[in-house]
């Protein structure tokens, strides 16, 4: 029974190594990071995908920073949120009274690891935001609560971003006026 439990650690030990940091930002890889399509051609169709140890509000503020980014790099001055999504996946996480550790889906149907007879599993959320922005030169309308300065948006969360090492992120200086 030892040699079971020990199994059981090292398989848990094993799963939870790859993912013990939350998502940085960073070009999509492995499924996490940001993407973007364009759609037209001030259009894009910009996501942000964390792992389960990133943060909803993380993984939106990414989303507004990839928007700002491509807003700046295309010339342009502001963007309007006009669609935006935030998906929750869930995931469980369950270990065995009798043997080993698993894995689960949302409806409690056993998915990988050691066998046992009875289990508890407890929730792993992970969540990927997505939003259609569009993008104008010149300054943002006042009462546009859908539109974000880009500047603005790099200046207020550019301190909050956790880029992952080797990824370039546009700055802009807190007293920079452009």
């Given at each position: 029974m030892r040699a079971h439990a020990l199994v059981s650690v090292l398989a848990l030990a094993g799963l939870l190594a790859g993912c013990g940091q939350p998502t940085p930002y960073q070009p999509a890889a492995n499924g996490?990071?940001?993407s973007e399509q364009q759609?037209?051609?001030n259009r894009y169709r910009v996501t942000f995908a964390g792992n389960e140890l990133t943060a909803a509000d993380t993984v939106q503020n990414y989303l507004l920073y990839r928007a700002a980014e491509l807003t700046l790099d295309g010339g342009y001055d502001y963007f309007t949120v006009v669609d935006r999504n935030l998906d929750r996946s869930t995931a469980y996480?369950?270990?065995?009274?009798?043997?080993?550790?698993?894995?689960?889906?949302?409806?409690?149907?056993?998915?990988g690891g050691l066998g046992f007879t009875t289990y508890s599993a407890r929730p792993i959320d992970s969540y990927t935001a997505y939003a259609d922005v569009v993008m104008f030169e010149g300054e943002k309308a006042a009462g546009d609560v859908n539109a974000y300065d880009a500047r603005s948006v790099l200046r207020q969360l550019g301190p909050s971003i956790q880029a992952a090492p080797g990824v370039t992120r546009r700055t802009i200086e807190p007293d920079a006026q452009q």
């Open positions: 996490y990071g940001y759609i037209e051609d996480w369950g270990t065995g009274d009798t043997l080993g550790t698993g894995y689960f889906t949302r409806h409690g149907d056993y998915v």
